[in-house]
């Protein structure tokens, strides 16, 4: 069983607390034998992939399969077109480790819902969305390249898994993966 | 090697007894422990030998096995207090509590060091405080030694103390407390084993009854337990410590050669003993040998044997793989769970993967670890409530007391539309939180007023708008469901400065825990599961209601030790609840829980200095990668410096943990096999390093690092069976499935049609409605229409919401309405006739009144001020921009605003009749306006002025933002208010006043901005280009036509008019041609 389910913001990503504030993947009536497949940080939000079968571990999390993942993050400011080389590229160093490089694009809003609570919007500085497709997963990555870029993140959501889409599934919800959505799921390129 | 160290009265008593297993097995075969008194290091071991002494001396005598006095050194030093301390002299204080005791000291002396500037100690600074000031005293010193250290401290001396203000500090609080100590009759541990070391010197014969004292298991001892040991040698008591050392190896691991040395020094006559005396594994003697020697010594094969090291992807996939493995030789070769265990360094990295994935595996699993009590969610839950009142109502507390599952405030039902409510309230009356209760009631009240006069002001129009009074009342709901919030808070809470005793502070922390509804979903869920009901919570709920049952025991147990022990000290003095808040805080920081050991049920799970000396078949460890196990040395520079050898001190202690889960004491001839696991990945995917002391392991057994090590990646690895293991039914299935392919395609439909499409239904599905034809338009709907046809569709007719955005200032929206209320009620104020329907007047102002007026005016405005005055930092300059500040020579809009309207008043023909009419509206009295060709009007007109004869009028309309439209917009058809409006005027000056020549001459806008007025479409102005409204008409036809007709086509625009565009992402603008005459940058050069 494959499922896939949408983070809230607020949630951490195992079913017991881990001593924060935050809540937990208990409250969302989740089948009873499935387990998060990798992590998503309590203030992140989008896909998470929870699932019974222990090789998808392995298929998923091995950074050697180099698998994608999609997000959409919110950014203080604008960035430069030097900014966003610098994202694509794969020079930043984060924490003494090269980012490999990855797929940054600006984007248009892309009018997600709402989060509760609202994202901390400064009047006078503009936010801008951008779509990054990392191939690894290192701790609160994404954050740390937009702050190295100079453009924190306000708000990040993962939208895709593979070639797997977030879509329109609802914070909180989730639904069982049928077969062609698995192949999404380990499709690369 | 074994060693014993004895008093002169053991050897005397029992000569050379051998090994400690030896006199235990000599003592069962006697079966009494009469006259004998055990020391153990640890709980577990203890509770483990009872069972074996139990039962072995059961199955001897076949007779009841009486109670064996064994103890750890904790209990003994208590149980010796209890015995030869006299009753209510003093009270032994709980590690809590001794923590809060070091906060109070903190807080009584002057800490030039740490306080510097500030009044307060952060919450870390004060923990660390206190670890490093237990850890001296455990250790010996006193606060007069750190303050001759002090006095005597040399710069130059490279092992003195450098940092010398941050060491007298530490010593004014070590002294503090220990004048707490003194003064209050209160003993921590050290101050304990002090009093009855004492006791014992000076009364040798006092602890007679408990006959022979035997150790066994220690390897190091703090200073204070040296004195006591030392204590016991000289007492009359027979007394021996058993120690297995081998001075060859000793400095390999643990801090034997220390402890053998001192213990030497205190006068016991150390007795060695080989290995004859008593039974003894060969693996065992050959890592005690060995092992850390960094040698690799003949190994013979059977040393390798019993280990299996894995590697494993992340902690995760460890913890699936130990799973299978522990259901593996269960099932396959009948080791029963309670004959497992698992270790590891560190448990806290482990417990919470331990306790989620065991149970997707089917294995009951018993953790007994001991997570600190701040971390408990029940006591989280509990806290959430209290720093309401520590940090004076925060807004987060209040959002996170929402969503908390264990928290049930009364008559509040939280739901999704609260929690939204709430962070649109919050956000419209931006309340910034942290000003305590009250204000936040205040917030309330002010704004509920506000609304309701707006509410009352719209209803009390002649022609109140409908769509209006929704949006009020809905507003009005939402802030009644919020504020009821705040005020079930208030009526649970109290009040932080409240005097109160700490009986009644600890009986109103009981009520509000009581009233929060924490204990009841506690009992609710404990319910369910009793019932074998599904409820939402994952698959360990039983274990989680433990957890919770016992944090919140603990944490009960601490109120009650705070209550009884600050009773005891001070029973009248009465400090504020929150200064009784912060210390429970502060002891609830320096307490941990535990969730105890179920014996016989399920796998154990522990940390490694749980396991050692006892006797498991099968034993996991598992983290063994560096910054695991061992820990990370990292240098403790709080004193100043690091300490000498605390490095090396400290991996002897990892090397002896790791040493004494590998090897026990006890003769036993059981085989043992080991499974050793560390993760390549942590969680967040970094590499992660092998142990050391694996490799360490591996030199000493013969085995090899590229060949004996495997990997959980590689599924078919023949010494890995049980990664292939299939725990549960689910699993066979998939496997199955995978290996016949037919059935795949009809087993996934199946499981397509068990998922859940319902939860991917739309929420807001667009209806698509052309506007019927008589649908009556405002201005704002046809000045969309011709700004974009497209925003137009997406706007009016898929009805999608516009972004909003909140600003710290005034909106421009309120800004709008703040002056439109002050005009309306300064023209409708007594100072003026009443219009009425019948006979309409132009209004004037009687020049000699200026003052008068303007002081009505000024009134009318602080009124209305007061109403949407909030909690926002940026208020006294919006006050300052409107009514001005004469101190520092600023002259507000409302001035400016009457100035100019006192200058119209004089020099123009045209005066104010008509203000605020609405049209088309739902409740107006007056109808849309018929303007033909299907063009049917709404809307409000600010004002209509009259020339005196009423022959003529002007329309008039308030703009609060810097851009005022101009003839050029109206003429192209952008600006449709003014001609349209004048249109509207006419016809129902006609119908509804009786003014049948009445036509309209000109219109002005005036902007409330900078209070000035701009004329439009006026046929006298130079150079004019001014249409007239008649002309104007056809282009606002054509657009309802268009409406009508369901033309919304997407027409090229220039860049900047969507730069704003909400609706953007919906628009497929960049994909269609650039208008004519510019080239986009893919065409450049084509």
Known sequence: ?189 | MSYVFANQRYHDLHGSEGRFHAVLGRLVQKGSFENTTLIIPTGRRQRMLDRMITREMFALHKKPVPDIPMYTLEQFAKHVYSLIIPKGTYRIISDPYRNMLFEEAMVNVDLPFYRGLGTTLSRQTIDKCAEVLYGLRKDGILSSTLNSEVRSANPKDIHGIHDIARISDLSTILHEYEQILEREYLLDYPALLGLITQAIIEQPQSIRRYGTIIMDGFSEFTEPEWLFLDALERSETAFACFLEYDPENGPLFGNFDQTFGKLGNTGFKPHKMDFSEGVSEPLHNHLRHYLFSGKRPQAKPEFAQPFTILECINPQSEVDAIARYVRWIHSTQNIPLSDIVIAMRNPEQYSGLFREIFPLHGLPVNITDRPKLHTSPVIIAMFLLFDIIRHSCRIEDIRTILMNPYISLPGVKTTHELLQSFDEIIRTMRIKGGKGLKEWERSFNSFSLMLSRRLMNETMQIRPNGDVITRIEKKIEEVKQVSGVIKTLQELLIEEHTPCNPEEAINTMKSIIDKSGIVSYLEVLSKHQHQQVLVDIHQTSSELIERDVRAMRAFFLLLDEYKQLRMHRNPNIKASFKEHLERIVSIVHGSQFQIREKPGTGITVTSMEQIRELEYSTIILCGMHEGSSPLAYTADMFMGRELPDSEERHIRRERMSFYLSLVHHAPSNRPRTFLLTYPALSSDLHDLMRSHFLDELMLVTGMNAEEDICKQSFMNDERTPFLRYLTSKEEYIDVMMKQQHNLDHLVYKQIEKWTTSEQIKRKHAPTAIIPDKRHSFSITELNEYARCHYQYFAKRILRFAEEETSTMWMSALENGLFFHHVLHQFYTSPLFPINDRYVLKPLSMNPDKRDVYRGELFRIAEREFRMIDFQHPFMDIERQTIFGNPEKGIKGRLDMWFDMEWKNMQQSQYKPALFEISFGNKGDTIPAIDLGKGLFLKGKIDRIELSDDASSFVIADYKTGKNVPGNADINKGKEQQMPLYALAAQKFLQSEYGLEQCTPHHAVYYSLHNCTSKIVMDPEQKRSVALTPEELLPLSQNYVASIHAGDFELKAKKDQDCEHCSFMTLCRIHAIPPIRGEVGPDEEGT
Request: hydrophobic content about 40%; glycine content about 6%; charged content about 25%.
């Open chain 1, 1 to 189: 069983m494959l499922i896939a389910f949408h983070k809230p913001y607020g949630i951490i990503s195992q079913f017991t607390s881990d001593g924060s504030k935050h809540g937990t993947l208990a409250s969302f009536n989740l089948p009873r034998d499935v387990y998060p497949l990798g992590r998503l940080d309590a203030d992140s939000e989008g896909l998470l992939l929870l699932t019974n079968e222990s090789a998808l571990n392995r298929d998923l999390l091995l950074p050697v399969h180099r698998h994608p993942r999609t997000y959409h993050a919110q950014v203080e400011g604008i960035p430069s077109q030097e900014d966003m080389t610098l994202l694509q590229n794969g020079t930043l160093i984060i924490q003494e480790h090269v980012v490999l490089p990855c797929n940054a694009q600006l984007i248009q809003n892309p009018m997600h819902q709402e989060r509760i609570p609202s994202i901390r919007k400064r009047v006078h500085i503009p936010d801008t969305w951008l779509e990054l497709t990392l191939y690894e997963g290192k701790n609160r990555q994404v954050r740390k390249m937009t702050a190295a870029i100079g453009h924190p993140t306000l708000r990040l959501i993962r939208v895709a898994i593979g070639k797997f889409l977030l879509k329109d599934l609802e914070p909180g919800a989730w639904k069982e993966l049928d077969h062609k959505e698995r192949l999404l799921v380990f499709e690369r390129s």
